[in-house]
Structures are given as structure tokens and as C-alpha cells.
């Protein structure tokens, strides 16, 4: 089975976010990225997909900038063949877009399988994969916690509200992954070695122009501020007079 | 003049609530757009659930009804979604940010090569043209979009619009699933510690965190919990707690979990690390009780009460339950 990763370089999550001159994006300075962390499920399903299956091929894929080589290397250092960068100095918040770009290029290699993270934790997306998979014209399942393949088919589960779902799904196919699914490899000093030796290849995206348009990129909301209303059981009373009275939710 | 089309959730043969919530949504912007509301459902067996959508304030409703459909498709849904919204002059798709939602919205946003906006917070149609408001950057930031394509589709976070007051009792039409095959099929549905509200449903939220100092002190947590009334309230947990093993995955609130936004949510014991704010910094109301006057829960809590769980908790559940109880 020859399978796609697609993964994504965001701002690791306890990183402070200020927001650049123009309203409409961050900071760069002074931000660590990292490798989206739902996409190390990704990559770890991928790589053990291909051991179960003693055949195929794992690719890993980004659209971003130059700086993803790192994110790139670092999945082939855990075992991916080969790794392919699709370069744009934007950054792409954009699902409709993105998605439209991935599937120009899924199109054009021999793809049974494409793997990705539920959510990439920069845009907070979470429409990437189904969006992908409903123009590949894939059988799709998303936030995947659990993952058998057995004579060709998936048998994926995941959670809804209050229950766990249980799917069937053919190939070719699109999986996001969910926490849980699986306990991602580190690279270690012969992968990191190897990687070097693994090809890593460019090329500019076929980005169409954003389906969305930002208009602003703000702190959130601020709450009005807040009152400690006293210290220990004392305070009971007057915070249910607040809950009742003043915030009306009880 | 474009219209406005508001997808149900239907599980189980009943309408989920938060698709009255997207129906408010969808009525807000239809009154701006000069349009209609027109809900689709996709199911089998919906009469019910097409009946409450009716009486709901929508002006035409659309039941795609068929044994085909008896399990949630998430290719074949969409197909039927998009046909139907594409014959009702979508310029806008909503439905609620749920599993579900998640799913199916940017399925059928890719069939009408259409925008996509996901757990939205806000919509807003300003001459003509659709957009949203979302948190972005684990709720660090709020970005705002405006529509380029359309249709315009847009998931809507659980809890942030009033369900629709209701009235009329507009029309429903049947139609029958599309042909074609199915490539992914929901073939069981497996329910989890049968009879809790969800989380993401529940109207208060009480998430307990290592301040507990031991899984069996979450008693105090559930107490509380229950001190609401049945149904009302959910029990959450840090992820401090679920990495322990205190509690399951499902219960985890904040950025690797589950985002919350009910009326009321009370955390106990709970630090406020920025990856707990993102799953619940959208709450209405705050509460926040910690020993710890320094905690930076306290910095997003509407009401905070310095001291120990152990005695706070007891004497609140007393008098939650004191207040239900004269209700
Ligand atoms: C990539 C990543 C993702 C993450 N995702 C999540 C996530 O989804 N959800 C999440 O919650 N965390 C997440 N975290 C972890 C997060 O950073 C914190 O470590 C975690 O939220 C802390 O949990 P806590 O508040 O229960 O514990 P602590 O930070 O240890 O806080 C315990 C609190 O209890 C108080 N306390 C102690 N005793 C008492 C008492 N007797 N009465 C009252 N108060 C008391 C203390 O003052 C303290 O404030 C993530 C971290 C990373 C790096
Ligand atoms: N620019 C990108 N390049 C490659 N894959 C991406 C990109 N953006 C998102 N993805 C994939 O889609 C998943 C969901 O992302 P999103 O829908 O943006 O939240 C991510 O976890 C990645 O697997």
C-alpha cells in the first residue's frame, strides 16, 4: 500500500501568540515550531501500516514554507521513504485551498492511502481530511482512535458525543487521526543517519486563491474581569447569589 | 438574496439540540441576507425529527429519508447535502460543530467548491457577503473571515446561540437518498457509560484537576455534578487527572481533549495551563475554585473562591442542590 502523510509545521502549543503589524497574522518572532502533534499519529499509523503489511511505500507531504525541511527530516528519520515539500511563503489557513492543492498533487502519485492529523493546532481547522477525501472522491473516516485493516478494508472507530462509532471503510482512503490511536516512534541515531540519504523533494504549490479572506486576527474576547468572591466554604453564599442573581444560570 | 441552509443532526431518530442552535444562527443571517431558512435532515425514519424542525422558525424543510440512510455515511450524507443545498440557492450551509458536523460540512463544502469555516463562534452577512468569527491558536487568538466562494459553510461551536424560540410550521419535502455506493458506513454505535450527558452538550461543565489528589476524590466532582439535576451537568477533567488515569480520555477539556462552551463551568483544582483555557475559555460563566490565590484560573473566572476542594466542594454541592430543589 503506498501511503501519503500529510503533516504540518505550527507553533509548538505553550508558545505566547502576538499578533503582527498587519491585524491579520502572527508574529513570527521569538515562536518554536513544531510538527503538528496529531500528525505524529499519522506518521506512526503510516509506518506500522507498511510493517503489518511487509509492503509499500510511506510519503510524507507538507504545503509550507522552506522551514518545514525540518518537520520533513524529522519523519523520515522515523522511517518515512521519501518526503515532499510543496513550497509557499503564505501561511495556509485556508482548508478549501489547501486541501484543492493536496489533491492536485495526491492525483499525481500512486496513493492507496492518505493519513493525516485531526486538526493542525495553528488554524484549529479541523475540515482538512474530509475536505481532501470529498474531492479525491476517497471513502473517508476523521478523528480516528482506532484502526484495524483486515482484506482490504479499514474498521475504524471513533468517538462521538457519548458513544464510540464503529465505521467501515473501503480504499482508497483518507484517515485523520485522533489522540489515542497510537504511541509515535521517536527518531533514533541510525534513522536520523539514514534520512540524510532519503530523498526530500521540492516544489511550489498549486495554491488556488483562499476560498476565505481574513478580515482580522484579534486577541480573543477578553472576559470581563473576574472577582474572587471570598476564601473557602464561607464564600458559598455569594457565589450562589452571583450564579443566580447576577450571571442568571442557575 | 441568498438563502440559508441549516443541516440537521438526527441520531437515534432525535433532533439534537444544538441544531436549533444553528437554526438561530441560520434565521440571524437570513435576515440579513433577504432569504430563507431551509433545514435538511438526512436519516431514515425522520418524521419525527422533521416535525420539531418544522415547528422551529425554518421556512421549508427537507427530509432525506431512506433505509440507505439508517447509518450515518459520511460520502453519501454529503452527497445528499450538497445536491439539496445546491437546489435551495445556498449561499450560506451551517450546522453545528459536532462529530457529525465536523465530518460531513467540509465534505460538502469540497462537492460546491464552496468556503469553509469551522467552529465558529460568531456569523455575521455584511452587504451580501458571509463571514465568521473563530478562535484560532488554541483559543490565543480570534481570527475573523470573510467569504470568498460561496457557498459560504460553516460549523458552529455547541452552546454559543440561544436555541430558536420557534413558530410556523413550515412545509417538508421527502426526497430519497442518492443513488451509489457507500464507501464508509457507520455498522455500530457502541454507547459509552450509558445515561451521562456529553460533555460538549451538558449545560454545566464541573472538571476537577490534580488539586483532587486522588481518583477517588472525583466523588466530590460527580456530587456536584449531580447536585444540578438529571441531565444538566457533566463531569470534566484536566489532562493532568486523564494522563494519570484518574479519568478516561473522553472526560479531557482543553486543547488534546474536548472544547467546551456550556453556560456554567466550574473547574476544581485546576491550574488554568493555556492548553485547559483552549477547551474551555468560550464557557459563559466561570467559576473557578483553587487554593491557590495566585492560580491562573483565577484570570479568566468570573467568580473565584479561594480554598480547599475538600471543604468548598461539599458545601456548594449542598446549596446547588438546595437552590434545584426550590426551583
Ligand atoms: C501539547 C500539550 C497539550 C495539552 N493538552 C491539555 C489538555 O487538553 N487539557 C489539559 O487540561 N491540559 C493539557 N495539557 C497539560 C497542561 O499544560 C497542564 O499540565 C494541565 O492542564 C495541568 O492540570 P491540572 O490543572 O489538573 O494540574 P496542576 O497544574 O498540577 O494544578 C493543580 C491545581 O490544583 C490546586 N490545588 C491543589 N490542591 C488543592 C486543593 N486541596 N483544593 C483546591 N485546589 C487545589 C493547585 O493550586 C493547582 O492550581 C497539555 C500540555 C501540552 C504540552
Ligand atoms: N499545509 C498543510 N500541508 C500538509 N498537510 C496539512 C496542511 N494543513 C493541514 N494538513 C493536514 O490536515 C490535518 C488537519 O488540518 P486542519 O484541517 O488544517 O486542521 C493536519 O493534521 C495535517 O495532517
Known sequence: ?250 | MSNIVVVAEVRGGQLKRTTLEAVTAGLQLAQKSGGKVIAIACGSGLDGACAELAGSGVHRVVAVDGPAFAHYSGDGYARAVAEHAKAAGAGAVLMAHTAMGKDLLPRVSALLEGSIATDAIAVACDGGTFGATRPVFAGKAAMTVRAKQAPFCVTLRPNNFAVAGGGGSAEVTKAAPPAGDLLSVVKEIVASATGRTPLQEAKVVVAGGRGLREAEQFKLIEDLAAAFGPGVAAVGASRAVVDAGWRPHREQVGQTGKVVSPPLYIAVGISGAIQHLAGMRTARTIVAINKDADAPIFKVADYGIVGDAFEVVPALTKAIAEVVKHK
Open chain 1, 1 to 250: 500500500m503506498d501511503i501519503v502523510v500529510c503533516i504540518k509545521r505550527v507553533p509548538a502549543t505553550d508558545t505566547a501568540i502576538k499578533i503582527a503589524a498587519d491585524g491579520k497574522s502572527i508574529d513570527p518572532a521569538g515562536v518554536t515550531f513544531e510538527l503538528n502533534a496529531y500528525d505524529e499519529f499519522a506518521l506512526e499509523q503510516a509506518l506500522r501500516l507498511k510493517e503489518q503489511l511487509g509492503q509499500g511505500s510511506v510519503t510524507v507531504v507538507t504545503i509550507g514554507s522552506k522551514d518545514a525541511q525540518k518537520e520533513l527530516r524529522d519523519a523520515l528519520a522515523r522511517g518515512a521513504d521519501k518526503a515532499v515539500l510543496l513550497t509557499t511563503d503564505q501561511w495556509v489557513f485556508d482548508g478549501a485551498s489547501t486541501a484543492a492543492a493536496l489533491a492536485a498533487w495526491i492525483r499525481t502519485v500512486p496513493c492507496q492511502l492518505v493519513l493525516c492529523g485531526r486538526q493542525a493546532v495553528d488554524a484549529d481547522n479541523n475540515q482538512l481530511p474530509a475536505n481532501l477525501a470529498a474531492r479525491l472522491g476517497f471513502a473517508c473516516v476523521t478523528e480516528v482512535a482506532k484502526l484495524t485493516l483486515e482484506g482490504g478494508a479499514f474498521t475504524a472507530e471513533r468517538d462521538i458525543e457519548g458513544a464510540r462509532e464503529v465505521l467501515t471503510c473501503r480504499t482508497p482512503a483518507v484517515i485523520s487521526c485522533q489522540k489515542g490511536l497510537n504511541e509515535p516512534r521517536y527518531a533514533n541515531l541510525k534513522g536520523i543517519m539514514a534520512a540524510k540519504k532519503k530523498p526530500l523533494e521540492e516544489a511550489a504549490a498549486q495554491l488556488p486563491t483562499p476560498a476565505l479572506e481574513v478580515v482580522s486576527l484579534a486577541l480573543p474576547p477578553q472576559r470581563a474581569a473576574g472577582r474572587i468572591l471570598g476564601n473557602g466554604a464561607e464564600a458559598v453564599p455569594a457565589l450562589i447569589a452571583a450564579l443566580r442573581d447576577e450571571a442568571k444560570v442557575l
